[in-house]
């Protein structure tokens, strides 16, 4: 055994470079390791997190199929169920394009009581104009398009949708959470 340990300390005092190859080796690959396991926990959060901003805290999204109709159904099938549920909120999405400034931006549109938003999504309004009741044609935007084109509460908002130019009032302006938070590619109100 001691010829062994002699051998192998003299190999690594005559051969330092190979040794430290060795070494760094060994060193890198432990890092690499531990990087590539702490990334798949680091995307997963990601990924979490852009879902959060779409649906906040709800568990099951349920929407009308292929062969519906009218594209819609009823937020009240589910009264049915209200012991197992701890609450159903009714909600429309679409699309528009606001022009401003010679440019044209594209706009996601979700229609929501404000109420329901609250309890599945929270949102922070920064400023707000005759907010409640929350119907009609009043909208809130996100404080990055308020900033970009100058936008306040109880400003006019021209909004093209499906060919037909939509107005609503900006009554509020929020903070960059919930749908409102900015990942760079869409624009909600």
């Given amino acids: 055994m001691s010829i062994i340990v002699k051998f192998?300390?003299?190999?690594?005092?005559?051969?330092?470079?190979?040794?430290?190859?060795?070494?760094?080796?060994?060193?890198?690959?432990s890092a690499l390791f531990f990087a590539s396991t702490a990334i798949s926990t680091t995307v997963e959060m990601m990924i979490m997190e852009q879902m959060r901003k779409y649906i906040g805290n709800a568990d099951i999204m349920i929407g009308a199929g292929e062969q519906s109709k009218t594209g819609y159904i009823s937020p009240n099938l589910l009264d049915d169920y209200k012991g197992g549920v701890k609450y159903t909120a009714g909600m429309v999405w679409g699309s528009g394009e606001y022009k401003a400034r010679g440019e044209t931006i594209q706009l996601e549109i979700q229609g929501i009581d404000l109420e329901d938003l609250d309890e599945m999504n929270p949102i922070i309004l920064d400023r707000q104009q005759d907010l409640r009741p929350f119907k009609g044609d009043k909208v809130i935007i996100g404080k990055k398009?308020?900033?970009?084109?100058?936008?306040?509460?109880?400003?006019?908002?021209?909004?093209?949708?499906?060919?037909?130019?939509?107005?609503?009032?900006?009554?509020?302006?929020?903070?960059?959470?919930?749908?409102f938070a900015e990942d760079g590619e869409s624009t909600y109100i």
């Fill in 8 to 29: 192998t300390l003299r190999n690594i005092r005559e051969k330092k470079l190979r040794t430290f190859l060795i070494l760094l080796s060994i060193i890198l690959s």
């Fill in 145 to 179: 398009m308020a900033e970009k084109y100058s936008l306040k509460p109880g400003d006019p908002l021209g909004i093209n949708m499906y060919g037909f130019k939509k107005w609503f009032i900006v009554s509020a302006i929020s903070q960059p959470v919930g749908p």
